[in-house]
Each structure stands twice: as structure tokens, then as C-alpha cells.
């Protein structure tokens, strides 16, 4: 069965750290791993990761993959309190199926 | 509109009622999603579809049904509610020829008294 595990569960800083987020997974047939960012709604997209070892990047929030350890993390600079969310981590497999982590928890308080 | 939207937004029904939630998507992406999204826990795959007329289990498919008789609709079927079943539940999409991003709908909250 597939399996996502993000750490930590949840995280308060205060604006202007840098925060790092953990995303370890074991999965069949390994596609894609993806980002999404969750406020009061719908997850929305950030990264998407394939290849090891490339850094995607967008403003202050950035990603990496190692598919050999199997885990990525996110990195966020400069926190804003609007970076407050529940950041998920997904595995997409070659089935199409996309296996969810439980999420971490950003708070930034000013 | 072009996008992917859920119905109802809101509902509150009883123990052992039947429910329909109902998804719509105008992009014609292939693959269709339902998860669910209880506190303290990210989303869980209740079931997905890789075309019209073809479903599969996610993991936590037990008390639901769905049907996919046009690629555009998904809709899920709670037989007999359970009060284990109160949850945020998100339908999503995406197509595999492009990025692999989930595309969500807005999410319709269960509530099963």
C-alpha cells in the first residue's frame, strides 16, 4: 500500500523564519510528487517534482526531490503570515493515483 | 464556467439516509477523484476513475458507490449514512497528458446526525 508521511504534524514560527518541511514516501510505480497548499478551501498547486535533484522554485517557497532516499522537502523563506496553511504532500503513481499525507500545520504569527 | 464544481456545498442529513454528492468538471480531463478530508488527517482516496465507465477503490471505498456514465460527472453515493461519514469531501481532477496536478472543486461538508 502506498504510503505518504510528512513531518512535522505542525509548526509555529514567527514572520521571517525560514520553515522546512518533510515528505518521506513509499509508493508502487513512482510518477510524480506534489505540493499543494490548503487554506480555508480547496488544496491549490504549488510544485510538482519528478526528477532528483532539481530544484523547483517559486518566490520564496522551494522544493526538492530524492528519489533514491524517497523524500522531498519544502522550504519556505522570509515567512508571511499569509503562509499560514496546511502544506500536503502527494505521491501520484503510474495508476493515476494521487496517495496524501496527513499535512503540516504552518502557523506564522507577526 | 470552465472549472470543476460540487454539489451540494452543504448538507446534513441522518443516520442510514441515502446521499448523493454530486461532482462536475468542463475541462474533460480523463481522470476523476474523490477524497475525503477529516481533522487531523490529510486526504484519503475513497475512489477514483480513469474514464467514463471505469472506477476503482481508493482506501477507504467501503459504504460509498460511484458511477462515471459521462466523462464530465462523478458523483458519489452514500447508501446508508453513518455518523463515521462526517466529512469535508473533495472531488478533483486532472489529466494525465499534462502536469499531474490535481485540479479540486470547492468541497462539500457531510454532516451525518
Known amino acids: 500500500e502506498d504510503k505518504v508521511v510528512q513531518s512535522p504534524l505542525s509548526l509555529v514560527v514567527h514572520e521571517g523564519d525560514t520553515v522546512t518541511l518533510n515528505c518521506s514516501y513509499e509508493?508502487?510505480?513512482?510518477?510524480?510528487l506534489l505540493w499543494y497548499k490548503q487554506e480555508k478551501k480547496a488544496p491549490t498547486f504549488l510544485f510538482m517534482l519528478t526528477s532528483s535533484g532539481i530544484e523547483k522554485k517559486s518566490g520564496r517557497l522551494s522544493s526538492i526531490l530524492d528519489k533514491k532516499e524517497l523524500f522531498s522537502i519544502l522550504n519556505i523563506t522570509a515567512t508571511q503570515t499569509g503562509d499560514s496553511a496546511i502544506y500536503l504532500c502527494a505521491v501520484e503513481g503510474l495508476t493515476g493515483k494521487s496517495t496524501f499525507g496527513d499535512g503540516t500545520t504552518l502557523t506564522v504569527k507577526p | 464556467d470552465a472549472g470543476i464544481t460540487q454539489s451540494p456545498r452543504y448538507k446534513i442529513t441522518e443516520t442510514g439516509r441515502q446521499v448523493t454528492l454530486m461532482c462536475h468538471q468542463t475541462?474533460?480531463?480523463?481522470?476523476m477523484f474523490w477524497y475525503r478530508q477529516d481533522l487531523g488527517h490529510g486526504l484519503r482516496l475513497i475512489y477514483y476513475s480513469a474514464a467514463a465507465d471505469i472506477t476503482d477503490k481508493g482506501e477507504v471505498p467501503d459504504g460509498y458507490v460511484v458511477s462515471r456514465s459521462k466523462t464530465e460527472n462523478f458523483p458519489l453515493t452514500l447508501e446508508s449514512a453513518t455518523r463515521s461519514q462526517t466529512s469535508v469531501y473533495f472531488c478533483?481532477?486532472?489529466?494525465?497528458?499534462?502536469?499531474?496536478?490535481?485540479?479540486f472543486g470547492e468541497g462539500s461538508r457531510l454532516t451525518v446526525l
Open positions: 478533483a481532477s486532472s489529466n494525465l497528458r499534462g502536469t499531474g496536478e490535481l485540479f
Open positions: 475541462w474533460s480531463h480523463s481522470y
Open positions: 509508493v508502487t510505480n513512482f510518477r510524480s
